[in-house]
């Protein structure tokens, strides 16, 4: 009986938690910079606590008025402007958690209709609907 071991898995290392007394990381923490670099810009970084806090509430005010929109486009026709001058309908279902695909029905392309579709959102420009 031969036994193969499994394929490891990588392991991502994520900044070090916060403290017991703070809520989030700590973006002045060494750990923290060097692995989010790319993600927060170091203006950022020279903020004081209070324009850190506005910037946050700002961006979970987006956030949060982003994902209000991915709910009541949910069944819905939807317009899609894609590259190369394509534009497409179809029946918006959903959009996985990173916002990378979005699930649609019916949707009627240039060469015909497709029951089911994924389509990834970088080929989105535009998607527009009606309220």
Known sequence: MDVKMATPVPVLRLPKGPDPHSRGFDP?????????RTSIPSSSL???P???QEEQLMRSG???R?????????NKKVRLCMYGNVELQA??????IDVMNFQVSD?????GIQKE???RSQDVISLTFDL
């Open 28 to 36: 002045q923490s060494a750990r923290f910079i060097a692995l989010c």
């Open 46 to 48: 020279d903020m004081d």
């Open 50 to 52: 209070d324009e850190l």
């Open 62 to 64: 987006l956030r949060e």
């Open 66 to 74: 982003f994902l209000r929109c991915l709910l009541s486009m949910a």
């Open 91 to 96: 029946t918006f279902g959903a959009s996985d």
């Open 107 to 111: 949707l009627h392309t240039p060469i």
């Open 117 to 119: 579709a994924l389509i």
